[in-house]
């Protein structure tokens, strides 16, 4: 092969997607290669009809009303005339530099796509199914024990659910139950879940007592039961059940009853795997012996990761974990220090609060106490409860939150009115240390405790953020300061100086930007979901985010999510500590083309919500 001809295939050779192609491929293809050069200031694209690959220089694309919408730079594709693939919706631009340009007629790369499934399915998929593809590589589990775990509790569902409607009397209840060989029925008013009745109550709540049978059953159901969404992990089923000690749990889709699944269930699917730490977490007796469980996290991190369970589920894995050691240092408090004088909730913050902890996150929480509350006689009690908790999250691995977001300061240890009136003013009155707040404290999360004092003040904080434009806006500006580290030429912009020196950060700069996003559109959408991607799947389809957009958000956080977590399992495996930090050259080129098409989806929504939300008129 001539020289000229070896250094184009060279290039291509090493370039997404050709290097797919087979090396007969490759060989003929420079061959069908034309070469054009454009001077600074040439109109781009020359020609109709062809696929073009920048070998050097840069492009502007604009689209019709003349807004640049990206640049080109050596290695990057572009065409918009080609059937098989349109890679911009922008359709002229001009050369910025001289630019040397190699082009592959249409129906020759239609040739290569036929010839080529690797490579015809590359351009036959856009972004969204490109980042699908990706993050299905990391997504085939070969570890059995690893994969029961992560299945979705809806799956286990075999029977439609039993219910009865609430006014029926005990005998006809379990008359029902008999009949149909359940330990269990659900109480129903209309299409409202209100209770729950199983075979203990019955023993317990009426023939123990007396009662005739002919009573409602009301009167001896469980009311208001704690629910799980059809789609969570067994795992995280598992570990509810056991840190409340429930043995039997109605499965919910989208707010309708789907079923129940009983601890049976659960034993029978589960064989003994990681998920079974949160048993050893409530049979701890003390902080040491929960300790000694927390060490296993790391180790429970690496065989999900090597597993290549989703990084969503491993973050739902660790944050279930993390609330079972806080609920059992709550009850060792208790214990220590007497029952609590006035009714009280655990909240959890940040990525605890969302299920997207991972094995060495800092803690953030608050309490929320009834507006019983005496600051002069209750005090005392709670900070030293706030004190014990924090103290052991913090010796089991979480440690203390830098900004002090925690209950151990006295302002986030504070009544349910106090906690409305944070929030108002925050809303009404948005500042710089209040929007920093926001990715904290608008994410909270009950724990455990009396969860009725949670609902009015989560009520109170989605009416107030709708109502409120400025503060909307305030928010979106706050969402904006972390940007995906890529260039205007698709180049990724490298963290610079200190211990971090030529890396991508992916939780700042990746992970971060999406979770804003998502807390935004969900504060404006009045949406009382936490999690990240719950965000995004409850407003998809509102004014502010499109189902499309939607999904390659959420795919773009799982692509970079998981990236990370391959990179801390490593680290992990080499007795290193775990950080986001990822240098490039870690990255295969594939892995690198992928993670610039999230950041690009990145890009696109923030400019989106800048605009929707006014954030670009703030001075």
């Known amino acids: ?57 840069a492009v502007k694309i604009y689209d019709t009303e003349g807004e640049l919408c990206e640049k080109l730079a050596e290695g990057d594709m572009y065409s918009v005339t080609c059937q098989l693939v349109n890679l911009s919706q922008c359709t002229s631009g001009e050369a910025v530099e001289d630019t040397l ?108 007592i007396g009662l005739t049978g002919t009573e409602l059953i009301d009167q001896i159901m469980t009311p208001n039961p704690q629910t799980i969404e059809a789609t969570a992990i067994t795992a995280q089923a598992l570990m509810m059940m056991t840190r409340m000690h429930f043995h039997h749990l109605p499965v919910t889709r989208n707010g309708k009853l789907e079923g129940m699944i009983t601890a049976t269930d659960l034993a029978n699917h589960q064989s003994a795997n990681s998920a079974y730490l949160a048993a050893d977490v409530r049979k701890a007796k003390s902080v040491d012996d929960l300790v000694e469980v927390s060490k296993r996290l790391p180790n429970l991190h690496l065989r999900l990761a090597n597993a290549s369970v989703t990084a969503r589920h491993i973050g739902e894995a660790v944050s279930c974990l993390t609330d079972s050691i806080t609920g059992r240092l709550l009850q060792m408090a208790e214990e220590q220090l007497g029952a609590p004088p006035v009714p009280y909730v655990w909240m959890a913050g940040g990525s605890q609060a969302r299920h997207e902890q991972s094995s060495h996150s800092d803690q953030d929480n608050a309490l929320l106490l009834s507006d019983d509350f005496d600051k002069d006689k209750h005090d005392e009690y709670f900070a030293a409860m706030a004190k014990f908790v924090s103290d052991g999250l913090d010796r089991c691995g979480f440690v203390y939150c830098p900004g002090d977001a925690m209950a151990t300061n006295p302002e986030w240890r504070q009544p349910l009115q106090v906690w409305k009136r944070y929030f108002n003013k925050w809303i009404e009155s948005p500042t710089p240390m209040s929007v920093m707040l926001s990715s904290i404290f608008f994410d909270l999360r009950p724990v455990t405790g009396d969860f009725d004092l949670f609902v009015p003040l989560q009520q109170n904080i989605l009416r107030k953020s709708q109502e409120n434009g400025i503060f909307l806006a305030h928010m979106t500006a706050n969402a904006l300061k972390h940007r995906p580290p890529l260039g205007f030429f698709r180049q990724f912009v490298l963290e610079r100086g200190g211990d971090h020196d030529d890396t991508l950060d992916l939780k700042h700069k990746g992970i971060v930007p999406i979770t804003d996003i998502a807390r935004v559109l969900a504060l404006a959408s009045g949406k009382e979901a936490v999690n990240t991607v719950d965000r995004l799947r409850a407003c998809a389809g509102t004014p502010q985010l499109t189902t499309e957009m939607a999904e390659n958000l959420e795919d773009a956080l799982e692509f970079i999510a998981t990236l990370r977590i391959q990179h801390q399992a490593n680290q992990i495996k080499n007795n290193r500590k775990a950080d986001n930090y990822v240098p490039p050259s870690e990255l295969s080129e594939l892995e690198r083309e992928h993670l610039k098409h999230a950041f690009k989806v990145i890009q696109t929504m923030q400019e989106s919500i800048a605009k929707r939300f006014g954030a670009d008129r703030l001075g």
């Open 101 to 208: 340009l190699y082009m592959l007629h249409c129906d020759r790369l239609k040739e290569l796509c036929r010839e080529s499934t690797a490579f015809g399915e590359h351009f036959s998929a856009g972004v969204k199914e490109r980042l699908k593809a990706a993050i299905s590589v990391y997504q085939e589990s070969d570890d059995p024990t690893v994969a029961a775990m992560m299945v979705s509790v809806g799956s286990l569902i075999r029977k439609q659910p039993i219910t009865v409607q609430s006014g029926m009397t005990i005998r006809e209840t379990a008359s029902l139950m008999s009949n149909k060989d359940v330990s269990s029925v659900m109480v129903m008013q209309d299409d409202k879940l209100v209770g729950l009745v199983t075979d203990r109550d019955l023993r317990k709540r009426c023939v123990a």
């Open 1 to 57: 092969m001539e020289v000229e001809l070896l250094e184009i295939r060279q290039f291509f050779e090493q370039r997404n997607p050709f290097n797919y192609l087979s090396d007969e491929l490759l060989d003929e293809l420079p061959k069908d290669i034309e070469i054009r050069y454009l001077r600074r200031g040439g109109t781009f694209p020359p020609l109709e009809g062809y696929l073009y690959v920048l070998r050097s220089g």
